[in-house]
């Protein structure tokens, strides 16, 4: 490995999560429903179930999962019976052995689980019936090698599903982007708040704690249309929301911290969507349905 994977499999060793961080933006219950409800439609239901419904009437013999964290895809892949059994990949150790664990309390024994490096690892050809990859693409280098392998080994008609950041790489987001945010901010009164600006972080910043973070995102979406036929795309937009949301007390800011806390977050949901319809700004997550070219 690279010094700068090792750097990054370091990362991740120590901070591995189960759930994810508090302050990220798509775990407060009123941003969640908005991303449900410009995926699939309604704000009640998840991306899983949408993606169950539409394009896994039947339950598929063998999956991968592709930077699967602590394991929670892959087990909800199972519950749902979208897969049978699924082989599981992550850079991180220390986060492959908590994945296991929890399969293990679960009672779940359909998952393999494999450490690896994504940017140079290969994967049998024709073997799984669906890949799935969950917020890891944007920490991979080698996205040419990595969607090749991914081609390779799906069998016919197998499909490729991904759920991703696709902002600015290295989270530099623009002088529009950032204009919005503080304007958004700054309506937030000061018990709803732990930040008063939000800026850009240095590249360097980025890269001190983590080499694989953002490192390529800007281009993904381009490399995943000139690598695959796609058959479905739902953004689901974290323009404003993602950056801004650390900012705010998450603790503060659900329907039940009272009406003011629920109306400036409804209001932020509303001037991203309304932006991002407007074409002022992009959106910077998507699901991405895919299969191979033919």
């Keep these: 490995m690279s010094e700068k994977i090792l750097r990054a499999k370091a990362y991740w060793d120590n901070n591995y999560s189960v759930d994810g961080p508090d302050d990220f933006w798509t775990k407060n219950p009123l941003i969640n429903e908005y991303t449900n409800r410009l995926v699939s439609g309604s704000p009640t239901t998840d991306m899983v179930t949408y993606v169950k419904s539409n394009y896994f009437p039947s339950c598929l013999p063998l999956g991968l999962s592709l930077g699967c964290g602590t394991g929670w895809l892959e087990r909800l892949l199972i519950a749902k019976e979208i897969c049978h059994s699924v082989d599981a990949v992550d850079l991180s150790e220390n986060s ?50 990595l969607f090749a392998q991914i081609r390779s080994t799906l069998r016919n008609d197998g499909l490729f599903l991904t759920a991703e950041y696709i902002g600015p790489s290295r989270f530099q987001w623009g002088k529009t982007a950032l204009q919005y945010i503080n304007r958004i901010l700054d309506i937030f ?64 800011l659900s329907a039940h911290d009272g009406p003011e806390a629920e109306a400036l977050l409804r209001m932020a949901i509303l001037i991203e969507e309304a932006l991002v319809k407007e074409n002022v700004l992009t959106p910077i997550y998507g699901l991405f349905v895919c299969r191979n070219i033919t």
Excluded at 112 to 129: C, H, I, S
């Design 96 to 145: 492959i052995e908590e994945a296991s664990r929890l399969s293990q309390k679960e009672g779940i024994s359909k998952i393999n689980y494999m450490v690896g490096d994504l940017n140079t690892m290969e994967f049998p050809e024709n073997r799984y019936d669906a890949v799935f990859a969950g917020g890891i693409l944007h920490h991979i280098e080698n996205l040419e090698h």
């Design 189 to 252: 009164p000061p018990e709803l708040k732990i930040n008063d600006r939000i800026a850009s972080p240095t590249i360097d910043e980025v890269v001190s704690q983590d080499p694989s973070e953002a490192v390529r995102s800007d281009e993904i979406e381009g490399l995943i249309r000139k690598s695959f036929h796609i058959l479905d795309v739902k953004y689901y937009n974290g323009t404003l929301l993602m950056p801004l949301y650390p900012a705010l007390n998450a603790n503060k």
